[in-house]
């Protein structure tokens, strides 16, 4: 057999998927075993002409079947990546935002009702505007204190003979924004009028220092004044406050706007709320929409790969009879979903029909239930996957003898269609 093939569909079709390795249990690899031991033991012997052409058909039929029966697998309700788990949390008022952390429907909280008193305010300081090109303190090294938290932090700076006011708080603001320390300075410059300013302003999650985020303090200075007394830095305009919002009527605090429930749940209060706020959880159709688009999407290259085959290849034809076999039941319950096949046999997804499967719970149906579209088709394509030189050209040899006991090969397909190849088993 020519390993060009393997090697080449090593780098071609090696697997991208978010989903994890499949059949890695000693269950599932027995059940494997299982089956190919029947296949080999009822089996005729067959001539095949292996050429590469047959390899490699017979190898992509393997591994898009796989991926096929894996993604369908996980599609079942019981899976917790399933996508037709996703949701995503929904508020019925602007004041309060919520967004899911987690896709996993076991960790999310109950759904409940938050009133936001009032929002969380972060400090400012504003400083005295002075002339921008008038200049500065006397020139020297001036170094201050910062107290933030129960952390304080003492720094240097140095002022230059030439510099005005707008370059030493130019300066000042990249110092300070460089240092991250929870304080964010931006500079209020009016080139009209020549004037020129430094604000600051408290980010992030911080404790209360005697009743402020922080607070700045002169240490030494060459002249008259310190540098944060000459640009009144250390003037309050907003005093921090905490947010306080009440959860199904209980009162709670935070220091910030932004808050964690459950580890899986943010909220983001962007104003005082007017009435009990709803948050709960609704079918992510976003998601949904885009793992069905993915199904589609590997089908339809399935039925591509497989169409193309039959040129050349009349045996592979019984694959699309079998798939068509296989959606003829569900039709009409596929297309209230949304999903539908055109005659050559590829899948089409209309987002709106799905959507509102989803919200009315309807898209479930489709893949639970060992009779349901997902499950028979699943089945499907496990059958393609555990035996493909059943569907490549090739002419019976000798029949097996059934009045005698039959030999079991259980690797006899693994000569042809790679049982290993990829991590299969």
Same mark, same amino acid.
């Given at each position: 057999?020519?390993?060009?093939?393997?090697?080449?569909?090593?780098?071609?079709?090696?697997?991208?998927?978010?989903?994890?390795?499949?059949?890695?249990?000693?269950?599932?690899?027995?059940s494997i075993y299982n089956q190919i031991?029947?296949?080999?033991?009822?089996?005729?012997?067959?001539?095949?002409?292996?050429?590469?052409?047959?390899?490699?058909?017979?190898?992509?039929?393997?591994?898009?079947?796989?991926?096929l029966h894996q993604t369908l697998e996980?599609?079942?309700?019981?899976?917790?990546?399933?996508?037709?788990?996703?949701?995503?949390?929904?508020?019925?008022?602007?004041?309060?935002?919520?967004?899911?952390?987690?896709?996993?429907?076991?960790?999310?909280?109950?759904?409940?009702?938050?009133?936001?008193?009032?929002?969380?305010?972060?400090?400012?300081?504003?400083?005295?505007?002075?002339?921008?090109?008038?200049?500065?303190?006397?020139?020297?090294?001036?170094?201050?204190?910062?107290?933030?938290?129960?952390?304080?932090?003492?720094?240097?700076?140095?002022?230059?003979?030439?510099?005005?006011?707008?370059?030493?708080?130019?300066?000042?603001?990249?110092?300070?924004?460089?240092?991250?320390?929870?304080?964010?300075?931006?500079?209020?410059?009016?080139?009209?009028?020549?004037?020129?300013?430094?604000?600051?302003?408290?980010?992030?999650?911080?404790?209360?220092?005697?009743?402020?985020?922080?607070?700045?303090?002169?240490?030494?200075?060459?002249?008259?004044?310190?540098?944060?007394?000459?640009?009144?830095?250390?003037?309050?305009?907003?005093?921090?406050?905490?947010?306080?919002?009440?959860?199904?009527?209980?009162?709670?605090?935070?220091?910030?706007?932004?808050?964690?429930?459950?580890?899986? +749940? =943010?909220? !983001? $209060?962007?104003?005082? &709320?007017?009435? #009990?706020?709803?948050?709960?959880?609704?079918?992510?159709?976003?998601?949904?929409?885009?793992?069905?688009?993915?199904?589609?999407?590997?089908?339809?290259?399935?039925?591509?790969?497989?169409?193309?085959?039959?040129?050349?290849?009349?045996?592979?034809?019984?694959?699309?009879?079998?798939?068509?076999?296989?959606?003829?039941?569900?039709?009409?319950?596929?297309?209230?979903?949304?999903?539908?096949?055109?005659?050559?046999?590829?899948?089409?997804?209309?987002?709106?029909?799905?959507?509102?499967?989803?919200?009315?719970?309807?898209?479930?149906?489709?893949?639970?239930?060992?009779?349901?579209?997902?499950?028979? +088709? =699943?089945? !499907? $394509?496990?059958?393609? &996957?555990?035996? #493909?030189?059943?569907?490549?050209?090739?002419?019976?040899?000798?029949?097996?003898?059934?009045?005698k006991p039959g030999f079991s090969n259980?690797?006899?397909?693994?000569?042809?269609?790679?049982?290993?190849?990829?991590?299969?088993?």
């Amino acid at each position: 057999m020519d390993l060009s093939v393997y090697n080449h569909l090593m780098s071609a079709n090696l697997s991208t998927s978010r989903l994890k390795p499949a059949a890695h249990k000693s269950s599932e690899l027995r059940s494997i075993y299982n089956q190919i031991r029947k296949v080999s033991k009822d089996s005729p012997l067959y001539l095949i002409r292996l050429t590469d052409r047959t390899q490699n058909f017979a190898l992509s039929l393997k591994e898009s079947s796989l991926r096929l029966h894996q993604t369908l697998e996980s599609m079942e309700k019981k899976e917790p990546d399933s996508i037709l788990l996703y949701q995503k949390a929904q508020s019925d008022d602007a004041s309060v935002s919520a967004h899911l952390l987690s896709t996993n429907p076991d960790a999310l909280p109950e759904e409940f009702y938050i009133e936001v008193d009032q929002v969380a305010k972060p400090q400012k300081n504003s400083g005295y505007p002075l002339y921008a090109s008038s200049s500065g303190p006397n020139a020297g090294n001036y170094t201050f204190r910062l107290l933030t938290g129960n952390q304080q932090y003492d720094f240097r700076f140095p002022v230059g003979e030439k510099e005005n006011n707008l370059d030493i708080l130019t300066r000042m603001q990249q110092f300070i924004n460089q240092s991250h320390l929870g304080i964010q300075a931006s500079l209020d410059y009016q080139k009209g009028n020549d004037t020129v300013a430094l604000n600051l302003e408290s980010t992030g999650e911080q404790k209360v220092w005697d009743s402020l985020l922080f607070q700045l303090r002169d240490l030494s200075y060459p002249g008259m004044s310190g540098i944060i007394e000459y640009y009144d830095l250390n003037h309050v305009t907003q005093r921090p406050s905490n947010a306080s919002f009440l959860v199904n009527g209980t009162p709670q605090t935070a220091t910030s706007n932004e808050v964690l429930v459950n580890k899986t +749940l =943010s909220l !983001a $209060f962007h104003e005082a &709320s007017q009435k #009990p706020v709803f948050v709960h959880f609704v079918p992510d159709t976003a998601l949904i929409n885009q793992g069905m688009d993915e199904l589609a999407d590997q089908y339809n290259q399935f039925v591509g790969m497989v169409s193309t085959e039959t040129t050349n290849n009349p045996a592979a034809g019984r694959i699309l009879n079998i798939l068509h076999a296989t959606i003829q039941p569900h039709k009409n319950q596929l297309e209230s979903a949304g999903i539908t096949f055109d005659e050559e046999g590829y899948m089409h997804t209309d987002h709106f029909l799905t959507e509102q499967a989803a919200v009315d719970q309807d898209l479930f149906s489709l893949f639970e239930g060992s009779t349901s579209f997902g499950a028979s +088709l =699943s089945r !499907a $394509f496990a059958a393609f &996957s555990l035996n #493909p030189m059943e569907y490549v050209d090739k002419k019976i040899v000798t029949y097996p003898n059934f009045s005698k006991p039959g030999f079991s090969n259980p690797y006899m397909t693994s000569a042809y269609s790679g049982l290993f190849f990829n991590s299969y088993c």
